[in-house]
């Protein structure tokens, strides 16, 4: 059928609507995008760059008058200041932490440190963690070794510590800590924690500069808990320098010796490794070597105290092997009771170089709490650094 020339004029009357109609919501569209990823533009791509760097996050420690952890923290309770400044802080919550633990196996002469008192005290500490966090395992002795990636399996981990923790004769302690600083590259800034169940002592001397290592690690900006052997360990030592003293056990690891048959022809060898009679040691240079190992626990607690003040973290000095473990369960606690504090910092950090340091003085306004955080934030690198004390992997 022909259109009329009416109804074809109603028709080209209604495309014309139509058309207009489309244009101007195409129009109005075009002026405010309904946050459409399309019509982003590359400057509001840079602002919203620019908002998701411009904050700061600090690991905060509550504590009440009784020092207590105090779960009633609120915004108001809280200043920062930045170099003196104080700063628009825009919350304080709670979320996931990402723990990292560096685990020492090594070192042949400090008999208190083994390797099943290590696996227990980590055990409690994963198992005390609260299901959203996530953990990674690494130890060090002979070398540095990732046994576990970042994940939140609680049987995994513990499975991977009871088969692939070992021991070694030396104790590769500061290139530990150069490798743990790496391996935040891909965990997000808030609520990074390191904790290291170690003595503090390098073994076979130090090639790098000690200082210069903490200083690396503190700019990981995690905040750094360490359960350390050295007061457990200042009898063991100080007996070994004695010329006759109680034999300890052997110096054979624990797991080659949990690798003998059940046999009672075994037996002999079983009981050569537990402690039992009398060593005369006449070595000078034995003696000489455990004189140097306590001196370097001596200083190393002392160096390990103040990288835990510095980061906001906290020391367990034990006196027994049951304390060290209770310990493990109290780091996972102290953990997950932290907020975190984010601020905007009135000085951008896009105006600063990578890696420079600005002082951090966290405050309460509330009498009678007291909040504990880091003494200083290292504004990121913004390329992503590779390489640097990159850790074997255990293939699990």
Known sequence: MTPTCSSLGLATALLASLGAAAVGSFAQQAVTPPNSVAQTTPQSEQQAIRTMTEEV???????????????????????????????????????????????????????????????????????????????????????????????????????????????????????ALIAAAGRWTDRPQGNRHVVIITDGVQGAGERVDRAAVFQQLEASNAVVHVISYTTVSRASTADSRRITRNRDKSIVPDEVVDTLPSDHLWDPLRRAHEPGGVIADIDPERQRQVRVYEAAMRASEKQMTDLTTETGGHIWLPESFEEMIDDGTEAAKLIDSQYVVSYKPRRALASSRPGEVRVIDVASRRVGLSLISRRQYVVPARETVQNIGRPRRVQN
């Open 57 to 175: 996050q600090l690991t905060v420690t509550a504590l009440d008058g009784q020092g207590h952890l105090d779960p009633t923290l609120e915004l108001a309770d809280i200043m920062v200041l930045e170099n003196g400044v104080s700063q628009e802080i825009r919350s304080a919550r709670r979320v996931p932490a990402h723990v990292l633990l560096l685990l020492d196996t090594g070192g042949e002469i400090n008999s208190a440190k083994r390797v099943r008192l290590t696996r227990e005290i980590a055990r409690h500490l994963i198992t005390a963690l609260a299901p959203q966090d996530e953990f990674s395992v690494m130890q060090f002795n002979n070398n540095v070794e990732v046994l576990q990636d970042w994940t939140n399996a609680k049987a995994a981990a513990l499975l991977t510590l009871d088969s692939k923790l070992i021991s070694g004769k030396r104790a590769r302690f500061l290139d």
